[in-house]
């Protein structure tokens, strides 16, 4: 068998934890929102298009490389979180479930239609990286690399930043007892905002890695948002390290069902993880045991 | 595993109940004989595994290992709807009414699926305690006291012949915890059996003829009050080594 | 005269109207209230499991596109047109069985999240499943299959008005008594001798049933079903806004919803399909922050606030 030497093995591994990174950059953002509002954000791929889209603005009328592109983007869409947490979220925090469930699926409804208002249907890309990195027999798209090293990059720094820092701290202080960080001193409110904003912002830098990697359509974002539930129930709601690790292992699945069976199958890999997940633990494998 | 043979006297017997959280154990082989037509109490420190305790026997917790009977018949792993019509009801320590429906929906709900008089007989509860002209008004809109009645009331609707109470007069004013308590006598004497997690060591003293006490997952003791009060074990329980505050 | 008896009336009224309207009608206006009728039916099923169970489906849509496949599929094979709704229905039924006793397991968000992804394992089957879907491709049925635009406009309809009834009449049964007790609090309805899990699945089972016979109609409507058209994201958005902004868990809401949104779809935006979805998201929005019991509850706020209000509302 072709498939199982070792060189196409590694291969896939490596794609695959490239393209894990990618997941969970964005589903740690989702869980670090779950984590501190108890709020689902389903419109939070479409705050990764919109990165996606300021890149392929950037490139096309600016000429800027997508990854001199994350300077602005990045910086834009944290404040594009941070009001949209002042002026919507912030009136559905604390009300059931589904309240909040619902008015991110108006946003995120929203968001995709002006895209197509906006930019059309159609695919776009920015071909701005291209070729392969060659280690010995192995070839690594240049832009998988790339996308996959800058994505496990922020999502590491936003974890030691939520580990060290003082703000950090606070963060998680509210996503463990908001009642008692409040006690505490801690400015709730504004945490939520800076938290929502650094979410929408590790979504933003997901949506320009992908720009570099896929073609993509204000539409695209449903098969992510579906990824990321998929790995936040896997790694646990509210669980930032366990939506990393639950990014990754959706990742290399993917590769390898891809890899082993079809490119088809691999999109479907994702919703049979979720079922199954769902039907083992129907609350998840950690986190919070009932809405 | 075949349960040991409940006592005929006994309504409900539990034998060696543990339920484990993960490393937890919330309840630690409880054993516990709930005379017929009784009214009996179950005390305990906060945390000590009463609600816990009733969230097993009343099927709610599968997840317990142990065995329990009702009226000489196995319930552990029954659904909760099945133990409820077999005539084992139990009360909420924290009122659950549904809030959007009415006071007469709420009773009603519980009632039997084919009896034709289920609202008149609803409509009879709520008069017992001078909630009528409430039938129509939502469960929401309810004070607190009234809601925990209405669930009271709720579980009637099965003519269960054991209630679990869990609490049911807390944060109830004093008038309705009387007619809440003066209803418990009275169903009692009807036949009804009872068994009650209360805090306030008068009313237990007053109501109970037999008192079970939980502690750490585990019974520590059971009797009569009298008993009770003074078991070394049970001041300790509650009180730590340096007690002396007066139990009752 | 009480608020039933008047929506009675209003109920025959419009049925009335409905049956006669072909005779005045061209063909662009009939089909028009075809999709009325389409929209109703399906946001009536929505409102069955997510407006009085409390479990809220993102993905309901999947039974349409299970219901339109069928038929279409049956059709080609040589049934007749009223057998294929029929069976379709049946279908879509049958496998809301196990789906619903796997999934209604979940809670809240989880059950949400797990029939969202329903719709697009529906959606990625009928693409793989080449051999019987022609996939991509998509099954173009042959004009001399279908039956005329009047048989599809009163099968939709008595789609739209036996959705009704059945939601009408489960509202005022202990069915749907303990529905709505299963939506309040579900642990304490199986504490007072519900058994929830079988009023659950009967529930699903028949919220499946109706979007299974309106895709099947809808697939006669159109001649032709693809893997994008028969799991479309639209469609769930559709019933789900429609359903909050008449109001969810009511007879009447998504009725008013859908007639609503539709008028005001044609009128206003039925140039621009993106428009028409975005200002859907706004009034999904609105209606979340602002009216969370929809068109309908207006009406009834207005009853309420009438001294003799409370002597209407026995159940």
């Given at each position: 068998?072709?498939?199982?030497?070792?060189?196409?093995?590694?291969?896939?591994?490596?794609?695959?934890?490239?393209?894990?990174?990618?997941?969970?950059?964005?589903?740690?953002?989702?869980?670090?929102?779950?984590?501190?509002?108890?709020?689902?954000?389903?419109?939070?791929?479409?705050?990764?298009?919109?990165?996606?889209?300021?890149?392929?603005?950037?490139?096309?009328?600016?000429?800027?490389?997508?990854?001199?592109?994350?300077?602005?983007?990045?910086?834009?869409?944290?404040?594009?979180?941070?009001?949209?947490?002042?002026?919507?979220?912030?009136?559905?925090?604390?009300?059931?479930?589904?309240?909040?469930?619902?008015?991110?699926?108006?946003?995120?409804?929203?968001?995709?239609?002006?895209?197509?208002?906006?930019?059309?249907?159609?695919?776009?890309?920015?071909?701005?990286?291209?070729?392969?990195?060659?280690?010995?027999?192995?070839?690594?798209?240049?832009?998988?690399?790339?996308?996959?090293?800058?994505?496990?990059?922020?999502?590491?720094?936003?974890?030691?930043?939520?580990?060290?820092?003082?703000?950090?701290?606070?963060?998680?202080?509210?996503?463990?007892?908001?009642?008692?960080?409040?006690?505490?001193?801690?400015?709730?409110?504004?945490?939520?905002?800076?938290?929502?904003?650094?979410?929408?912002?590790?979504?933003?830098?997901?949506?320009?890695?992908?720009?570099?990697?896929?073609?993509?359509?204000?539409?695209?974002?449903?098969?992510?948002?579906?990824?990321?539930?998929?790995i936040i129930i896997i790694g646990g709601m509210g669980n930032f390290v366990g939506a990393f690790y639950g990014g990754i292992l959706l990742g290399v699945v993917e590769a390898f069902v891809g890899g082993f069976i079809s490119t088809q199958w691999a999109e479907a890999a994702a919703y049979l993880l979720l079922v199954t997940v769902l039907l083992i633990r129907p609350t998840g494998l950690k986190g919070v045991a009932r809405a | 595993m075949s349960a040991p043979v409940c006592d005929p006297d006994h309504i409900l017997c539990a034998w060696g109940l543990?339920?484990?959280?993960?490393?937890?154990?919330?309840?630690?082989?409880?054993?516990?004989?709930?005379?017929?037509?009784?009214?009996?109490?179950?005390?305990?420190?906060?945390?000590?595994?009463?609600?816990?305790?009733?969230?097993?026997?009343?099927?709610?917790?599968?997840?317990?290992?142990?065995?329990?009977?009702?009226?000489?018949?196995?319930?552990?792993?029954?659904?909760?709807?099945?133990?409820?019509?077999?005539?084992?009801?139990?009360?909420?320590?924290?009122?659950?009414?549904?809030?959007?429906?009415?006071?007469?929906?709420?009773?009603?709900?519980?009632?039997?699926?084919?009896?034709?008089?289920?609202?008149?007989?609803?409509?009879?509860?709520?008069?017992?305690?001078?909630?009528?002209?409430?039938?129509?008004?939502?469960?929401?809109?309810?004070?607190?006291?009234?809601?925990?009645?209405?669930?009271?009331?709720?579980?009637?609707?099965?003519?269960?012949?054991?209630?679990?109470?869990?609490?049911?007069?807390?944060?109830?004013?004093?008038?309705?915890?009387?007619?809440?308590?003066?209803?418990?006598?009275?169903?009692?004497?009807?036949?009804?059996?009872?068994?009650?997690?209360?805090?306030?060591?008068?009313?237990?003293?007053?109501?109970?003829?037999?008192?079970?006490?939980?502690?750490?997952?585990?019974?520590?003791?059971?009797?009569?009050?009298?008993?009770?009060?003074?078991?070394?074990?049970?001041?300790?329980?509650?009180?730590?080594?340096?007690?002396?505050?007066?139990?009752? | 005269?009480?608020?039933?008896?008047?929506?009675?009336?209003?109920?025959?009224?419009?049925?009335?109207?409905?049956?006669?309207?072909?005779?005045?009608?061209?063909?662009?206006?009939?089909?028009?209230?075809?999709?009325?009728?389409?929209?109703?039916?399906?946001?009536?099923?929505?409102?069955?499991?997510?407006?009085?169970?409390?479990?809220?489906?993102?993905?309901?849509?999947?039974?349409?596109?299970?219901?339109?496949?069928?038929?279409?599929?049956?059709?080609?094979?040589?049934?007749?047109?009223?057998?294929?709704?029929?069976?379709?229905?049946?279908?879509?039924?049958?496998?809301?069985?196990?789906?619903?006793?796997?999934?209604?397991?979940?809670?809240?968000?989880?059950?949400?999240?797990?029939?969202?992804?329903?719709?697009?394992?529906?959606?990625?089957?009928?693409?793989?499943?080449?051999?019987?879907?022609?996939?991509?491709?998509?099954?173009?049925?042959?004009?001399?299959?279908?039956?005329?635009?009047?048989?599809?406009?009163?099968?939709?309809?008595?789609?739209?008005?036996?959705?009704?009834?059945?939601?009408?009449?489960?509202?005022?049964?202990?069915?749907?008594?303990?529905?709505?007790?299963?939506?309040?609090?579900?642990?304490?309805?199986?504490?007072?001798?519900?058994?929830?899990?079988?009023?659950?699945?009967?529930?699903?089972?028949?919220?499946?049933?109706?979007?299974?016979?309106?895709?099947?109609?809808?697939?006669?409507?159109?001649?032709?079903?693809?893997?994008?058209?028969?799991?479309?994201?639209?469609?769930?958005?559709?019933?789900?806004?429609?359903?909050?902004?008449?109001?969810?868990?009511?007879?009447?809401?998504?009725?008013?919803?859908?007639?609503?949104?539709?008028?005001?779809?044609?009128?206003?935006?039925?140039?621009?399909?993106?428009?028409?979805?975005?200002?859907?998201?706004?009034?999904?929005?609105?209606?979340?922050?602002?009216?969370?019991?929809?068109?309908?509850?207006?009406?009834?706020?207005?009853?309420?606030?009438?001294?003799?209000?409370?002597?209407?509302?026995?159940?």
């Amino acid at each position: 068998m072709e498939l199982l030497e070792p060189e196409i093995l590694l291969q896939l591994l490596i794609g695959g934890l490239l393209a894990g990174a990618l997941y969970a950059l964005l589903a740690c953002g989702l869980n670090l929102i779950f984590g501190v509002m108890r709020v689902i954000n389903l419109a939070h791929a479409e705050l990764m298009l919109i990165g996606a889209f300021g890149a392929y603005v950037l490139f096309h009328i600016f000429g800027l490389h997508p990854l001199a592109s994350l300077l602005i983007v990045v910086p834009a869409i944290f404040f594009v979180g941070y009001y949209l947490q002042r002026f919507l979220i912030e009136r559905v925090v604390g009300r059931p479930m589904l309240t909040s469930l619902l008015a991110t699926y108006g946003l995120s409804i929203i968001l995709i239609n002006l895209g197509l208002l906006l930019f059309s249907a159609d695919f776009k890309s920015i071909p701005a990286l291209q070729g392969s990195f060659l280690i010995d027999e192995l070839a690594v798209s240049k832009p998988r690399a790339t996308a996959g090293l800058i994505s496990l990059l922020l999502t590491v720094g936003v974890y030691q930043f939520l580990e060290r820092t003082r703000l950090g701290k606070a963060i998680r202080a509210v996503s463990e007892h908001a009642q008692v960080a409040a006690i505490c001193g801690i400015d709730v409110r504004q945490i939520r905002m800076l938290t929502f904003g650094m979410a929408a912002a590790m979504a933003g830098a997901a949506g320009v890695m992908l720009s570099v990697i896929y073609s993509f359509w204000p539409g695209s974002g449903v098969d992510f948002i579906q990824k990321c539930f998929a790995i936040i129930i896997i790694g646990g709601m509210g669980n930032f390290v366990g939506a990393f690790y639950g990014g990754i292992l959706l990742g290399v699945v993917e590769a390898f069902v891809g890899g082993f069976i079809s490119t088809q199958w691999a999109e479907a890999a994702a919703y049979l993880l979720l079922v199954t997940v769902l039907l083992i633990r129907p609350t998840g494998l950690k986190g919070v045991a009932r809405a | 595993m075949s349960a040991p043979v409940c006592d005929p006297d006994h309504i409900l017997c539990a034998w060696g109940l543990t339920r484990d959280f993960g490393g937890v154990q919330a309840l630690r082989g409880v054993d516990l004989h709930v005379a017929r037509g009784s009214i009996t109490g179950l005390i305990g420190p906060n945390g000590s595994g009463k609600t816990t305790l009733f969230q097993v026997i009343s099927g709610l917790d599968r997840g317990a290992t142990g065995a329990v009977t009702f009226d000489r018949e196995s319930i552990l792993g029954w659904r909760p709807s099945q133990i409820y019509r077999r005539g084992l009801a139990r009360t909420f320590q924290l009122s659950r009414v549904f809030p959007e429906l009415t006071v007469l929906e709420n009773i009603v709900v519980a009632g039997s699926r084919h009896d034709r008089s289920v609202t008149e007989r609803a409509l009879g509860l709520l008069e017992r305690v001078n909630l009528r002209d409430y039938a129509a008004v939502l469960g929401k809109n309810l004070s607190y006291g009234q809601q925990k009645l209405v669930e009271f009331l709720r579980v009637l609707m099965s003519d269960p012949a054991l209630i679990l109470l869990d609490e049911p007069a807390a944060g109830v004013n004093p008038t309705l915890r009387q007619t809440l308590w003066d209803m418990v006598r009275h169903l009692n004497g009807l036949g009804a059996t009872f068994l009650v997690i209360e805090h306030n060591m008068e009313v237990i003293a007053d109501l109970c003829s037999e008192v079970y006490v939980l502690s750490e997952g585990e019974i520590i003791a059971h009797g009569d009050f009298a008993a009770i009060r003074n078991d070394e074990r049970v001041l300790e329980a509650y009180f730590g080594k340096s007690r002396r505050h007066g139990a009752a | 005269m009480n608020n039933y008896r008047i929506g009675l009336w209003i109920g025959v009224a419009l049925v009335a109207l409905a049956s006669l309207a072909p005779l005045g009608l061209n063909d662009y206006q009939q089909s028009f209230l075809l999709q009325v009728f389409l929209v109703i039916a399906l946001a009536q099923a929505w409102n069955l499991i997510s407006g009085m169970t409390g479990y809220v489906s993102f993905g309901h849509a999947a039974f349409f596109g299970v219901g339109a496949y069928a038929s279409a599929l049956l059709l080609t094979w040589g049934f007749p047109w009223w057998l294929a709704v029929l069976k379709s229905a049946g279908i879509a039924a049958l496998l809301a069985v196990p789906l619903g006793f796997l999934t209604l397991r979940l809670r809240g968000p989880y059950f949400a999240i797990a029939m969202l992804g329903l719709n697009e394992v529906g959606r990625i089957v009928a693409t793989l499943w080449v051999s019987v879907t022609h996939g991509g491709t998509g099954l173009t049925l042959s004009p001399e299959l279908l039956p005329s635009l009047d048989v599809k406009y009163f099968t939709m309809f008595g789609l739209a008005l036996g959705a009704t009834l059945l939601v009408a009449w489960i509202h005022r049964s202990r069915f749907g008594l303990e529905l709505r007790a299963i939506r309040e609090d579900e642990e304490a309805a199986e504490m007072v001798g519900v058994n929830t899990t079988l009023n659950k699945v009967i529930a699903f089972v028949l919220s499946a049933l109706i979007p299974g016979a309106v895709g099947a109609v809808y697939v006669m409507y159109t001649s032709y079903i693809n893997p994008s058209s028969a799991f479309e994201h639209a469609r769930n958005i559709e019933m789900i806004v429609v359903v909050l902004f008449g109001g969810s868990g009511t007879v009447w809401g998504p009725i008013i919803g859908a007639g609503t949104v539709m008028v005001l779809r044609e009128m206003l935006w039925a140039q621009f399909p993106a428009a028409h979805l975005a200002a859907l998201g706004v009034l999904l929005l609105v209606v979340v922050l602002y009216l969370p019991g929809g068109l309908v509850s207006i009406l009834r706020d207005r009853q309420r606030s009438r001294p003799d209000a409370r002597s209407g509302e026995s159940p």
